[in-house]
């Protein structure tokens, strides 16, 4: 799958959702765990698209 930051941001917010949803401390952990490695894929989806658009500046000859 593409790099999404919107997309993985999205999962982690329904992660936090059903973090709260629930009343048993074990799946509110899982939910908070999992919520959190979808937060640091979006950070890195984000720096992937930073550092493409660098290098696309980078690469594109001066007029």
């Given at each position: 799958?593409a790099?999404n930051?919107?997309?993985?941001r999205d ?22 765990s999992a919520a959190?490695?979808?937060?640091r894929m979006?950070?890195r ?7 493409q658009a ?7 000859p001066?007029?």
């Amino acid at each position: 799958m593409a790099e999404n930051p919107a997309f993985y941001r999205d999962r982690a917010r329904e992660q936090r959702d059903a973090a709260e949803a629930t009343t048993l401390a074990n799946v509110r952990n899982r939910c908070l765990s999992a919520a959190e490695s979808w937060e640091r894929m979006a950070e890195r989806g984000e720096g992937i698209g930073r550092r493409q658009a660098e290098r696309l500046v980078a690469a594109t000859p001066a007029e």
